[in-house]
C-alpha cells in the first residue's frame, strides 16, 4: 500500500514487555488512525489524530498510549503488553473524500 | 454514534455466479459510505463509496453498491465473480462532520471453480 509504511511487519512479545509500531506517511494528509483487527470483530479504531500534535481515543485505546509528533508520523506504543492485545494493526491515513489508505499491517503475538 | 452489520460472515459461491454481499448500518445523522477489500495478508483496499448524488456507485472491477436510505442499506453486488475474487469484504460508515470510519465484522467471499 503505497504511501503509509508500518513498521515492524511482525512482532513476538512477552506478557509485560513494551513497544511501539511506527507509521509513516509520504501523503501529506492530516488524519491519521490506528486500528486493530481481531477474527469476526472487524477493524476497532484505538486512537486518532486529526492534525499534527492532536490525538483523541477511539473505541478500544486502553492498554495503548499513541505520539503524532510530525504530520509524517503517528506511533501506537504498548506499554505493558498482554495476551488480548495479540492482532493485527493497521495505521491509515484519510484522503479527500473521506477514504482511508491503510498501511500493510503489524502482526502482533503477546506469549 | 454509528454501527456497521455485516449479516453473512461467509458467503460461498461458485465462479461466473452473481452474488450479494449485504450491508446495514445505524447512524442518527446523514453518512458516507464505503466498501473495502482485504486480499489474505494484505492491507485494506477500498473498492467503493457513497458520498452523495447518485445512490449507485461503482467499482473499476465490476462490483457495484447501491444506498438505500429508508432501509439503511449499502449492499454489494456483481453479477459475475471471478476466483480473484475470493478476499474479505469490509463495510464501512462515517457520520457527515465526523471522519472515522466505522467498520462492519466483514464477510469472506469464498469462489469456487
Known amino acids: 500500500n503505497a504511501g503509509v509504511t508500518q513498521t515492524p511487519k511482525f512482532q513476538v512479545l512477552k506478557t509485560g514487555q513494551s513497544m511501539t509500531l511506527q507509521c509513516a506517511q509520504d501523503?501529506?494528509?492530516?488524519?491519521m488512525y490506528w486500528y486493530r483487527q481481531d477474527p469476526g470483530m472487524g477493524l476497532r479504531l484505538i486512537y486518532y489524530s486529526a492534525s499534527e500534535g492532536t490525538t483523541d481515543k477511539g473505541e478500544v485505546p486502553n492498554g495503548y498510549n499513541v505520539s503524532r509528533l510530525n504530520k509524517r508520523e503517528f506511533s501506537l506504543r504498548l506499554e505493558s503488553a498482554a495476551p488480548s492485545q495479540t492482532s493485527v494493526y493497521f495505521c491509515?491515513?484519510?484522503?479527500?473524500?473521506?477514504?482511508?489508505?491503510f498501511g500493510s499491517g503489524t502482526r502482533l503475538t503477546v506469549v | 454514534a454509528q454501527s456497521v452489520t455485516q449479516l453473512d460472515s461467509q458467503v460461498p459461491v461458485f465462479e461466473e455466479a452473481p452474488v450479494e454481499l449485504r450491508c446495514n448500518y445505524s447512524s442518527s445523522v446523514s453518512v458516507y459510505l464505503f466498501w473495502y477489500v482485504q486480499y489474505p495478508n494484505q492491507g485494506l483496499q477500498l473498492l467503493l463509496k457513497y458520498l452523495s448524488g447518485s445512490t449507485l456507485v461503482e467499482s473499476i472491477n465490476g462490483f457495484e453498491a447501491e444506498f438505500n436510505k429508508s432501509q439503511t442499506s449499502f449492499h454489494l453486488r456483481k453479477p459475475s465473480v471471478h476466483i480473484s475474487d475470493t478476499a474479505e469484504y469490509f463495510c464501512a460508515v462515517s457520520a457527515m462532520g465526523r471522519r472515522a470510519l466505522t467498520f462492519g465484522s466483514g464477510t469472506r467471499l469464498q469462489v469456487q471453480p
Open positions: 501523503m501529506n494528509h492530516n488524519s
Open positions: 491509515a491515513i484519510q484522503r479527500d473524500g473521506g477514504g482511508y489508505t
